[in-house]
């Protein structure tokens, strides 16, 4: 069942630092990753995505590396500014569909 | 781009009444719609998959006579939470499907609060 009172990991950089986040996803057979920010009180919202059959891809300040051998998802963001902070979640898909199962995320604090 | 919106963003109500939330994709159609429940701090849990036309699929342990889905368009489903009580108490968000490109939408949540 769901626990009550978990506390988030959290990440705190400076503003103009690199961030890291990292996921680690839990099937195999998962071949479609997305990851997630989310702002306190909204819906998810897009950041980057990724299929199994690449292990780095890049957006705007940001870059989704995975290690399939390891089940590990990460997110780097470039230049960390404080309209980053947020929650930011990966999320994995286990079939054809968009079926997402998101992972426990992470809370980014970014100082000025 | 595509919009997903859910409605209401926010509701009080007392325990033992419904609930109905709406999450409807605005300049596309949406075969499939998601429905996650996100208590404070933790990660959205997939509550069911609801398809057009079809009934609903639940996950593991959520209730389907407590949380009724009703996909009636490929533009509109509704999540009711039936007999609310305070434990329902959560963060809601639905997810749409573009059927025309498969990629995935948000809602952006509906804050329920049973007293």
């Known amino acids: 069942g769901e626990s009550v009172g978990l506390h988030l990991p959290t990440l705190s950089v400076q503003e103009g630092d690199n961030s890291i986040i990292n996921c680690a996803y839990s099937?195999?057979?998962?071949?479609?990753f997305i990851w997630y920010k989310q702002e306190s009180g909204k819906g998810p919202q897009f950041i980057i995505d990724i299929r199994s059959n690449m292990d780095k891809r890049q957006g705007q300040r940001v870059t989704v590396l995975l290690n399939k051998t390891v089940k590990h998802l990460s997110l780097q963001i470039a230049a960390t500014q404080p309209g980053d902070s947020a929650v930011y979640f990966c999320?994995?898909?286990?079939?054809?569909?968009?079926?997402?199962?998101f992972g426990a995320g992470t809370r980014l604090t970014v100082k000025p | 781009g595509a919009v997903v919106s859910q409605h209401p963003s926010r509701v009080i109500c007392k325990s033992g009444t419904s609930v109905k939330i709406e999450c409807r994709s605005l300049d596309f159609q949406a075969t499939t719609m998601f429905w996650y429940r996100q208590f404070p701090k933790q990660s959205l849990m997939l509550m069911a998959t609801s398809n057009e036309g079809s009934k609903a699929t639940y996950e593991q342990g959520v209730e389907k006579d407590k949380f009724l889905i009703n996909h009636a368009s490929l533009t509109l489903s509704t999540l009711t939470v039936t007999s609310a009580h305070p434990e329902d108490s959560s963060f809601y968000i639905c997810?749409?499907?573009?059927?025309?490109?498969?990629?995935?939408?948000f809602g952006s949540g509906t804050q329920l609060s049973v007293l």
């Open positions: 999320a994995e898909n286990k079939g054809n569909n968009n079926d997402m199962r």
């Open positions: 099937n195999s057979a998962s071949d479609y």
């Open positions: 997810s749409a499907e573009d059927r025309g490109n498969e990629k995935l939408f």
